[in-house]
């Protein structure tokens, strides 16, 4: 089987109001991952590496710098029409980075649950006006 060498970091981004997240550890440890097996089999091992404060039920795999999900149900053999930089970079002999962090639709459920509304109504002023550019942000991405 082959593997292939990618570095991985962890964002997170639990709170959808907060902005200033950067991925982390800054210098992102590396993980082989196998070619040809699914990656819901082997995102528990890189959620152990980076120890993150996410859950993991909860959690996907993104390319960095591209922003493309992967589908974790696949393996990385199986995506390799969407994913041509990654195999490009691969080629090239760098370390693709894949950042570990909270799926888009636990994120959106965050934002459209009690946590929100309870924000949104309590927040006054600046904070609102943070709050609300923070939403309309985060909506332009998921389109």
Known sequence: MASIVCRVQYLEDSDPFICTN????????TVNLEENLPLSEQIAGIHKLLEPPLKLEDCTL?????????????SLAEQRDELESFYEDVARGRKPI???RTQLS????????????K???NSQGPELRRSLFSLKQLFQVTR
């Open 98 to 100: 894949l950042i570990l």
């Open 62 to 74: 993104q390319l960095s710098p591209s922003g493309n999900y992967l589908d974790l149900d696949s």
């Open 106 to 117: 636990v994120r959106v459920h965050a934002i459209l649950g009690n946590y929100v509304l």
């Open 119 to 121: 924000k949104l109504y």
């Open 22 to 29: 950067f991925p982390e550890p800054r210098r992102p440890p």
